[in-house]
């Protein structure tokens, strides 16, 4: 059975390739060495013959020529809402997903789980070609995808349209492991685009902390960690810990985009009952530790990556810290540990938004030279912009190289509110949210601006037309600073 117009499921015709009652027994996902495909049936599979029955489907209606290949319940089930759209068309013969993915039967021969490199490494272009397809197809590029399918099975070549070609090499660019996923980039606009929608349903606060660390976050989870999201508890994998739990909401819509949890369940951050709580909460997959209580983070950090060097473990671990939670003295007690015992594989990260709470850092407690005190407790400290990621990806690659067998910290310099202009640099949204009216509409417009191109929002597609724009009393690019606030005199009693 494979699931075809708007999800509706259907018996799909094929030529038998496998001996009787064997597909799903073992692996849905075959290589040419799978001792369930007959002597025919590998013939069958390489030609494409096993697909011609599928012209009775297509004269019952229940599929075309062209269009996105049909699929099994339990990888439809797995369809974000950006990619239901795939499902507003018939399932097709060919598309360019499987024109692309020609020969993937000898990429399943050298993997040790096939399905599991299936859904990391052949599922995410697949699905970018499905999408493109369902936003660009007409008469004439089905023609097209028609005449392509017969010279690619005539002449088994490797050539694609120029089209296609491109998306694929752009695709590969950011290959995982071998397996081909979102760019940095893509992700954190995610990240920011999910942190507005969540903190404007449940009310809840911090976006502005979750705006400034979300180049950081994204590029951890596409270019650095080692991580399988099918297997969040996996022995290998590195640790995360995101110390500044107030801005949880960061870390959760990079699980929920990396398949730890359903990406509709964000809509649930902050509701009774959720396990989205407005601090970070291990009753999630992927998270290794619950914060929210300033300065505990780098402290359980370090005992994980002290623990891993006790049992000879090849895994890293990674701290991300606000600069505000640089005034706790448990952090600067971790600091001496993690030297002492030469922890080279710690990663640690500030969220150098240079403001906390009410005020900026200065204005409460200072912390320059940053750099020079992390160094004098005897780390090695690299300074960059923390809304690059280029620089990010620099900075921690030259972390992993374990350099002079000391911990690594990276004070990363970003802005706080990054990505809205009228959130930047302003504590107000430290603690506000985006309210209905012009301060969500405004928002999710600045993003859009920024948006890079074939991303999905599955909340506002193509922006808020017709927006609610701020009046001459809206509260917009005013210092909201306690410095600014206070009445003078109270700042000189202090």
């Known amino acids: 059975m494979r699931i075809g117009k708007e999800g509706k499921p259907f018996r799909i015709y094929k030529f038998r390739s496998m001996y009787p009652d064997s597909e799903g027994k073992g692996k849905w996902n075959v290589g040419d060495k799978d001792d ?3 002597r025919v049936g590998h013939f069958l599979r390489k030609s494409k013959l096993d697909e011609l029955p599928q012209l009775i489907n297509v004269f019952k209606g229940e599929m075309s020529f062209v269009g996105p290949r049909p699929e ?11 990619e239901k759209p795939i499902l507003d068309l018939k399932p097709g013969i060919t598309d360019w997903a499987s024109i692309t993915n020609f020969e993937q039967f000898k990429f399943f021969t050298d993997a040790t789980d096939p399905d599991m490199y299936y859904l990391k490494c052949v599922r995410p272009l697949k699905l970018r070609l499905q999408l493109y397809y369902r936003y660009n197809h007409n008469f004439v590029t089905d023609m097209y995808c028609i005449m392509f399918t017969i010279y690619k099975v005539i002449f088994h070549s490797q050539k694609l349209p120029k089209k296609i070609q491109k998306i694929v090499d752009e695709y590969k660019k950011y290959a995982k492991r071998g397996c081909l996923i979102m760019t940095s980039e893509e992700l954190a606009w995610k990240i920011r685009r999910h942190g507005v929608e969540m903190t404007h349903l449940s009310g809840g606060g911090h ?8 180049d950081i976050i994204a590029v951890l989870y596409i270019d650095i960690l080692k991580y399988d999201s099918n297997i969040p508890n996996w022995d290998e ?10 801005a949880g909401a960061s870390i959760y819509a990079a699980l929920a985009e990396n398949h730890f949890f359903p990406i509709d369940e964000l809509k649930t951050h902050y509701a009774n009952g959720s396990r989205l709580s407005g601090h970070v909460s291990h009753y999630l997959p992927g998270i290794d530790f619950s914060t929210g209580s300033l300065g505990h983070g780098l402290s359980a950090g370090i005992g994980m990556a002290y623990a891993a060097k006790k049992d000879d473990k090849e895994h890293r671990v990674f701290v991300i810290m606000g600069d505000g939670e640089c005034d706790e003295g448990s952090v600067w007690e971790a600091a001496l540990f993690a030297n002492h015992f030469h922890l080279d594989n710690l990663i640690s990260v500030i969220d150098y938004n240079h403001m906390q709470s009410l005020d900026f850092c200065e204005n409460t407690l200072k912390l320059e030279n940053l750099a020079n005190k992390w160094e004098a407790f005897g780390w090695n400290v690299i300074s960059i912009n923390g809304n690059n990621h280029n620089e990010l990806k620099r900075a921690f690659k030259f972390a992993q190289t374990k350099y002079s067998h000391k911990p690594t910290m990276i004070i990363a310099h970003t802005i706080k509110g990054y990505g809205i202009p009228f959130m930047e640099n302003d504590i107000l949204w430290h603690y506000r949210f985006p309210h209905d009216g012009w301060e969500y509409d405004c928002a999710v417009n600045e993003l859009h601006k920024n948006k890079p191109q074939g991303v999905y929002d599955p909340y506002t597609p193509n922006g808020i037309e017709n927006p609610i724009l701020p009046d001459k009393n809206a509260d917009i690019y005013r210092d909201h600073t306690v410095t600014a606030t206070w009445h003078p005199t109270k700042t000189n009693r202090i």
């Open 237 to 246: 994998r590195d640790r995360i810990i995101l110390s500044k739990g107030h």
């Open 72 to 82: 099994l319940k339990h990888y439809v089930d797995m369809y974000t809402d950006s």
């Open 207 to 214: 976006i502005g902390s979750i705006l400034s660390v979300a």
């Open 36 to 38: 369930r495909i007959t």
